[in-house]
């Protein structure tokens, strides 16, 4: 039986039918759907945790007891999750482990087009990178089959063109796997200094194997069409096969380590060599180093995502396109979202705002303006104390906010450092009860599990109170002035503070009552569209079908020339 799969959806099926028992992630575009499909099968045990070290670090512990395990991130979560990862390549393995590395060239949805191959060169594990969905699910399989024949964590690297384009994939039958027994074994598990030594002797004799390995494996194949060759992997291969029909290609699905021998033999095949890939000259470095002469990056740059259309320009095969004024679209913030009023009260206090990761980062855009920086999760908090350590008038010049996913996520810690160091930094937790930016996922402060089973919700007042914090406000995100009266108050603390600024995401609740310009008060002064909300139109109107009722207008018009419906007609 075939079906028609996206390639998180292709991966999520292979660790069903590879006998995958233990499956962790947090969500992060563009791997956020394989763990949402991994949670239909009922035989995996899937769980959001609530950050990507964990998640790895639940994986680590499941292998250990003898199952086969996946674990899911985008690329810069594997930063989070480097700790883990750079040891279990010492300590190896039991039960076998894959961990999908979702990477994100043009940066879609990123704040970086980090090139995650490194993480498997570094690491000295295998690296696996399908073309297309079915290889995407064929090579769960094998990943995990590496794995356990070669003691090793294996990076199973897709791409957002991977993750979310689709195809045909044949489906096939679970195959179950006995937990593997556990044998208590401190040298290679206990990665003190002593036996972490031997063990690194373990890593490098391995990679020896795995050199041998990527010789013979199937999923390294020549395809002998012409005398120009290219050495490529991934979703280059569908680029280069659209793009250069005659030309025979080296396609390589295990790219590290690469297999030396194979790629000397079909450089003596053909007349001119290229190296195709996407971001840095992983490949291109190696074979370079090999004593190969290639065409790489002089050609297709390191930066963006390709595509058919670039490459052939990059190759001279075509012109470059004409150059298009396309008038920018930049994402907005949702009509109704909470987040909006923060950063227009904020704006209006002329505060440094210290950003993080989540739909809020919209507010460094256009008309609201109000974010100065945003590095990675959790980065707000400490950069905000770290502005006041360096001139303590920073306390009452600036603020952090933070999403309530992403302050469990690691903004727990820097709030601690902030109690400990004695600053006074004041952090806004917008609190909209899911992780919405990669599409309403839940976390520990939402109730819910993957599963949608109930679990413990985690008290935000409580637990900022438990880190130290004894400030500690609760604000409607709606209510504008009590906003602005909190912030006002709280910078001027000698002690740091929380405000928890509470409403749920605008498209996790019914709308309300839609907001009606009444044009015999307006005199179209502009305020409302300060606002930035898709719904207010230029010409003192409101799109009713895009209105979500929230009020906000209402509250910053002077002259309270907007109101509901009701209100207008009366």
Known sequence: MKKIMSGNEAIARGAYEAGVSVAAAYPGTPSTEILENIAQYPSIRAQWSPNEKVALEVGIGASLAGARVLVAMKHVGLNVAADPWMTIAYTGVNGGLVLVSA?????????????????????????????????????????????????????????????????????????????????????????IPGNARGRHVAVVERLAKLARLAEEIPINKVEMRGKLGVITSGVCYQYVREVLPE???????????????????????????????????????????????????ELTGVLGELNQKRLAVSLGLEEPPPAVDVPPRPPVLCPGCPHRGVFYVLRRLRLTVLGDIGCYSLGALPPLDAMDTCI?????????????????????????????????????????????????????????????????????????????????????????????????????????????????EEIEAPEPSVIIVTRPCALKVPPGRPSVVDEAKCNNCGLCLRLGCPAIQEGAWIDSHLCRGCGLCREVCPREAIGGDADVQS
Request: aromatic share 6%; charged share 30%; with cysteine.
């Open 247 to 297: 030309a025979s290609v080296f396609k390589l699905g295990l790219t590290y380590p690469l297999p030396e021998d194979a790629i000397r033999a079909f450089a003596e095949r053909v007349d001119e060599l290229f190296v195709i890939e996407e971001l840095e000259p992983f490949l291109e470095e190696q074979i370079r180093a090999m004593g190969i002469r290639v065409k790489g990056k």
């Open 103 to 191: 990477d994100d060239p043009g940066m879609h949805s990123s704040q970086n087009e980090q090139d995650n191959r490194f993480y498997a060169r570094m690491a000295g594990v295998p690296l696996l990178e399908p073309a297309d969905s079915q290889e995407a699910k064929e090579f769960v399989r094998l990943a995990l089959e590496i794995s356990e024949e070669y003691d090793t964590p294996v990076l199973l690297r897709i791409t957002t063109r991977i993750a979310h384009s689709k195809g045909l994939v044949e489906l096939g039958e679970r195959k179950e796997h006995d937990l593997r027994p556990y044998i208590k074994d401190p040298k290679k598990y206990v990665m």
């Open 376 to 488: 990675c999760m959790g980065a707000s908090i400490g950069s905000a104390l770290g502005m006041e350590k360096a001139d303590s008038v920073w306390a009452e010049k600036s603020v952090a906010v933070i999403g309530d996913s992403t302050f469990l996520h690691s903004g727990m810690t820097p709030l601690l450092d902030v109690v400990y160091n004695g600053g006074r930094t004041t952090v806004l937790i917008l609190d909209n009860s899911t992780t919405a930016m990669t599409g309403h996922q839940d976390h520990p402060g939402t109730g819910r599990t993957l599963g949608g089973e109930a679990a413990p919700k985690v008290d935000l007042e409580k637990l900022v109170r438990a880190l130290g914090v004894r400030r500690i406000r609760r604000v409607d995100a709606y209510d504008l002035d009590s906003l602005r009266r909190a912030v006002r």
